[in-house]
């Protein structure tokens, strides 16, 4: 294969600017100088992450960490700043402020060594079309040192776990989008990184290839690779993740694990009441409760949202009847993870 089908900048990241073949890791580590003080099992690090684009306020102070073999979902809507803060991270790009860290080193300062141990899966494929899959493979390979025997272990590996290999032959421009998907997961493992990058894989998959995308991805934070993830879809994440933080127009509103946010967000209900007598007159009573929003009456169901605990919808209740109201009904909605990202984000798009 020519390695002049591949852009030389493009080879290692997907993207700018370009790194030389990696020497050996001992070689690097003893030039390293500056490995900054993390959690022992902290493996990602934003530290008060800003970048701007002019007046625009692309990630704006964000700060969280990731465990080592743990997956990390980022969500947020179009324009909240998940790919400028994952370019920064894959050292495609440099923050305005802060800094980002792989396993304790600076994307700032050592991003030879970040490069090493992070595989970057970027949203969009790149136009290799004239080379088939294994080549392709290949040539990231070579692009990070990997020589001999290790390099033929490692390929066979990469389109095993990812099931590329029965089109190891084929050209990329006869790739679905699925498989493309694959091929870039693969390439994206081919140096065994200890962190992936993934921004959007499951963008444009039907839903059988996104199960299977979920089972590489757990599988991968099982063998202890610490993954981030990004997609706009709070519950396409929620099942593969330990940990979502949420962002919008550059800005982290929320992390934690999916069930702490939830229960955070779950304090918002919406609770339907039917009273059989004088429906109005206590939908005006409730009306004037604190944490009763946007009530509504249809017929004898009162709808309202409520921001409470459970036992402050219990004490709701127990109020209506103390005050002579006949309930003959209640049911409560949690919101579902996807009223949840709506609440969170507020739908504003930069
Ligand atoms: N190179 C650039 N020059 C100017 N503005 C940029 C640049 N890159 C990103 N931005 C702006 O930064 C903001 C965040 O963009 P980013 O691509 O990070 O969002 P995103 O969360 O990945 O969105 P999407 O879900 O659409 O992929 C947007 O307002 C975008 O227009
Ligand atoms: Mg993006």
Aim: glycine letters at 8%; a negative charge; proline letters at 3%.
């Amino acid at each position: 294969m020519s390695q002049e089908k591949f852009s030389k900048s493009d080879a290692l990241m997907g993207g700018e600017p370009s790194a030389e073949p990696l020497q050996d890791d001992s070689l690097l580590r003893s030039a390293v100088t500056n490995r900054v003080h993390v959690a022992e099992d902290d493996c990602i690090e934003m530290r008060r992450l800003h970048r701007f684009f002019g007046e625009t306020r692309a990630v704006d102070d964000v700060s969280f960490s990731v465990k080592r073999g743990h997956v990390f979902g980022y969500i947020g809507p179009n324009g909240a700043g998940k790919t400028t803060s994952m370019r920064i991270l894959a050292t495609l790009d440099l923050p305005s402020y802060g800094d980002a860290l792989v396993d304790g080193f600076s994307v700032v300062n050592d991003p030879e060594y970040v490069r090493r141990r992070l595989g970057f899966m970027p949203d969009a494929f790149g136009t290799y079309r004239d080379v088939n899959c294994q080549e392709y493979l290949d040539f990231f390979a070579r692009a990070y040192g990997l020589v001999g025997r290790e390099r033929n272990a490692r390929l066979k590996w990469v389109l095993h776990f990812t099931g590329t290999k029965g089109m190891a032959e084929k050209p990329i421009r006869g790739l679905s989008k699925g498989m493309k998907q694959r091929l870039c997961l693969g390439r994206a493992l081919i140096h065994d990184p200890t962190v992936m990058i993934l921004d959007e894989p499951a963008a444009g998959l039907d839903p059988r290839a996104r199960i299977d995308l979920r089972r590489m991805i757990r599988e991968l934070a099982d063998r202890g690779k610490t993954v981030l993830i990004s997609s706009h879809i709070l519950t396409e994440l929620a099942e593969m993740c330990d940990t979502v933080g949420i962002i919008e127009q550059g800005r982290l509103l929320a992390t934690g694990s999916v069930e702490e946010i939830q229960h955070e967000q779950a304090t918002h209900r919406e609770l339907t009441i039917r009273i059989l007598n004088d429906t109005n007159q206590a939908a005006q009573e409730l009306q004037a409760r604190p944490g009763v929003q946007q009530l509504i009456v249809d017929g004898q169901l009162i709808r309202f949202e409520f921001e409470g605990e459970v036992e402050d919808q219990a004490a709701i209740v127990a109020w209506l009847v103390s005050r002579g109201f006949d309930v003959a009904e209640v049911s409560s909605h949690k919101k579902s993870l996807e009223d949840v990202f709506l609440h969170v984000t507020e739908g504003l798009v930069q």
